[in-house]
């Protein structure tokens, strides 16, 4: 398939896909006119690219990793390296720790919003015997 079909059936764009193959994420063959000829399991492994570029992987480790990702038959790779392992567990680590972070200021967020919000209702005329709405998390 070209490039834009590619680009149209994964949802990304036609720079992305040249910049994943220029990063050797993506591999293609040339058509006798020079155009990017895309097997189908290129839609999967965009895809999957665009997935582990959304957990924070950078093209390096994303380069690293895919060969080492399940089998098109669903059985584990034999590619995967002790070391890649560890690499990848940390990574998971670091956006644990990220998400504990995002988590402890939202929670400090709500925290302000109720107080604030406690406090425009004192100041704010209010009908007898109502109350402030709750905050939601």
């Known amino acids: 398939m070209r490039i834009g079909e590619l ?3 994964t949802g990304v764009s036609e720079r992305s896909l040249r910049y994943y ?6 591999a293609a063959e040339r058509t006798p006119g020079g155009h990017r000829d895309y097997p189908e399991a290129a839609v999967d492994r965009v895809i999957r690219i665009q997935e582990l570029f959304a ?9 690293q990793l895919l060969p080492c990702m ?9 590619a995967a390296t002790p070391r890649l392992v560890a690499d990848l567990t940390a990574e998971r680590d670091r956006i644990d720790r ?11 967020l709500d925290e302000v919003i109720q107080a604030a919000g406690a406090d ?3 100041r704010t005329p209010h009908p007898p015997g109502s109350l402030p709405r709750p905050v939601r998390r």
């Open 7 to 9: 680009a149209r059936r």
């Open 70 to 78: 399940r089998d098109q038959d669903g059985g584990p790779s034999t």
């Open 98 to 108: 990220m998400i504990a972070d995002l988590i402890r200021s939202r929670d400090t």
């Open 55 to 63: 957990a924070g992987l950078h093209s390096q480790k994303i380069r």
């Open 21 to 26: 193959e220029a990063q050797g994420l993506l």
């Open 120 to 122: 425009q209702y004192a």
